[in-house]
Structure formats: C-alpha cells, structure tokens
C-alpha cells in the first residue's frame, strides 16, 4: 500500500509518501513562522494555500521517481489527510487540497484524526502492541489508552495544552515562537523556585502555572530558574499521570506524540518511570513528533487496509474531532 499524506492543522504544511512493503516515509514540510506573537489563524491558513501545493507535488514527484510508476497510474493508492483536530481556516484548505487530490488521481479519500496518529505512529514505530500515549503537542495534552474499539482519554488538560502554555509565557518574555526548545535551552541554568503543580485525578491544569511565571519573571526572577522550574512541574504533572494510566490500564508500554515530546528532560522523566516499573518507553524520532504528514500517512495506510475510507460528501473536517469519537477500525486485538 502506497499513501500520499497531507497535514495541515497549524503551523506545518506538510505531505508524505508512505510504502508499506518497504515501510519508508517521505515528509515534505513547510512551516509557518509568525512575524510576531503566537500562530494567527488567518496567516497559517494562507501559509497552507500557499505552501500545500508545493510539498504535495514534491511528494508526489518523489514517489514517482522512486517507485517507477507508469506515467498513466497514481502514483499513490489514496489520499489521507488531517481532518482534525486544529484550526478551522487550515483544516477546510487541507480538506480541499486532499478532496482535489483524491478525485484527479482518481484514488479514495482517508480522514484522519490528528491525534490519534500522534499516538499510532508511536505504536508503529515501537511496533508496540497496546500502548498508552502521551500526547504532548502544542493545542493538546492527554492521556489515550485503547479499550472495546476506541481510544478513550484517561487524562488530558483542563485548560490549555502542553506546548501552547510554554509558549504564552515565552511571549511574555518577548521570545519568538516556537517558545519551547528556548525554554529548554534556558533551564540548563537553571535552578528550581517554586511554582505551582496541579493535577486533579488524572486530569492537569497549566493556566495557574503559567501565570504564575509571568508574576515571577516581573518579579525579576531569573528567567533560567523560571524556565527549569517550568519544565520540573509541568512535565512531572504529565509523567505523573502518564504512570497513573499505565497502572490503571496494566499496559506496560508508554509512547510519546507531539511537539512537546522533542523536549529532552521530558523524555528523560518518562524513561525513569518507565524503567522504574519495568515499562517499555517510545519516544518516535523528532520528524514524527512534531505536526508532520508522514504519521497522517502512516495512519492513512492502516485505515484504507482496513476499508475505512471516506465518501467526498461526508468528508468534512471537524476543528474539535476528539480522538474518543474515532472508531478504531484497523486493529482487532482486544486487549484482556
Ligand atoms: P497539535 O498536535 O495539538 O495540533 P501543534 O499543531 O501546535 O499541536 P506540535 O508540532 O505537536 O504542534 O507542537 C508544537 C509545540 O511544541 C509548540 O508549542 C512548541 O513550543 C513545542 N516544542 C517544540 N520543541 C520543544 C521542546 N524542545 N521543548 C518543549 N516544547 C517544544
């Protein structure tokens, strides 16, 4: 099975070629990089119209060439692409980029939840066979775990997601975005001044936290001391339910997704409490963890296998599609 991938919920406009017999994934990206403040819908929607296009035709002309098609046949067996969750502005010009696609190579269409190829390209990578995800990306932060034909969030924030509350304080700060690896680089310095930790159930919050630095960095703490203590309690609140989610689930295998994810100190939290439990720890290599198509066409492949493939007239895309309103239809395996 050959897929061609599309993503575009925010900031990466980017396509990809995926073959399963020899499991390469080529990903064509192209970011959006605001000229000041955070991602603004309007631009990134233009970013896409423009730069959607160009990664697409790059994709395509490279599974061309490296699968020797015959110039008459799509190059491609389907067309997947994002359908959620993300921006609305971006999501509608990805869903008729792909739309377009999927009639002029005249292939079938896949809609594909954004975050749950966060998590299965994770279980793919690993070729883990049930695992718990943490979903760490910039919009979101959850919890997912497999259970009777869906992915159920056993934990997720109550505010803002992960990525999105490190950046807000980067641009109080006057940081451009992407806020995150220069939190990271910062915290090496860094030493630890108290802010708040708030985890309800399996549930987090980040919207005391983040105020909180903002009120320490005008109190002229050092921004060093702020962006350690950040990456401290905000990544412990999520190992800490990460390994709650193993304990409920029994699951011994815990993957990475999202952007947040690239982040070093917490991937080293998780790999200590995984190996402290005896669990097994993923974290996919960057290029999969952060929005790219690659994981959309990965996804795209085991959804069109299993025949989950979509009619243009119900291909709409949906801007809050939760990965628990997905039907789980390309794997059979029933844990317990
Ligand atoms: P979603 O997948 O929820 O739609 P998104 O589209 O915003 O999220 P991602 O690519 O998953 O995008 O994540 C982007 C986020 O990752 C940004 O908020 C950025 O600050 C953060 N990030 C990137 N690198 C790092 C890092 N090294 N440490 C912490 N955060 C990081």
Not at 320 to 329: E, G, I, L
């Given at each position: 099975i050959r897929i061609l991938g599309i993503e575009g919920t925010a900031w990466a406009a980017s396509a990809a070629v995926y073959d399963s017999a020899t499991d390469d994934v080529f990903i064509e990206s192209d970011a959006y990089q605001p000229d000041s403040g955070g991602i603004h819908p309007r631009e990134a929607a233009e970013h896409m119209h423009d730069a959607i296009p160009r990664v697409v035709e790059t994709a395509l002309e490279h599974a061309r060439e490296t699968y020797d098609e015959p110039a008459d046949e799509a190059p491609v067996d389907a067309v997947a692409f994002s359908?959620?969750?993300?921006l609305g502005p971006c999501l509608r010009i990805v869903g008729t980029a792909a739309r377009a696609l999927s009639q002029a190579l005249e292939v079938p269409l896949v809609g594909v939840n954004h975050m749950v190829a966060h998590l299965e390209i994770g279980r793919h990578t690993a070729d883990f066979d049930s695992p718990v995800c943490l979903n760490a990306s910039g919009a979101n932060a959850h919890l997912l775990a497999y259970r009777n034909g869906r992915y159920r969030v056993l934990g997720e924030t109550m505010d803002t997601g992960v990525g999105n509350a490190i950046d807000k304080f980067t641009r109080h700060v006057g940081w451009s975005h992407p806020g995150g690896p220069k939190v990271e680089a910062a915290a090496e310095d860094g030493e630890y001044v108290d802010l708040p930790y708030v985890v309800k159930g399996m549930d987090f919050s980040f919207s005391g936290i983040m105020s909180a630095a903002k009120q320490r960095y005008d109190d002229d703490v050092p921004v060093e001391d702020i962006c350690f203590s950040l990456q401290e309690n905000i990544f412990g609140m999520l190992t800490e339910v990460a390994e709650r989610a193993l304990s409920l689930t029994g699951s011994d295998e815990l993957v990475l997704g999202g952007g947040v994810g690239q982040n070093e100190r917490l991937r080293e939290m998780l790999a200590e409490m995984c190996a402290q439990r005896g669990a097994e720890f993923h974290a996919p290599e960057p290029r999969f963890l952060r929005d790219n198509a690659g994981m959309i066409a990965v996804l795209g492949a085991k959804m069109y296998d299993a025949g989950d493939t979509l009619a243009i007239e119900e291909s709409r895309v949906d801007p809050?599609?939760?990965?628990?309103?997905?039907?789980?239809?390309?794997r059979s395996d029933e844990p317990e």
């Open positions: 359908r959620g969750p993300g809050n599609y939760r990965p628990d309103q997905v039907p789980v239809t390309w």
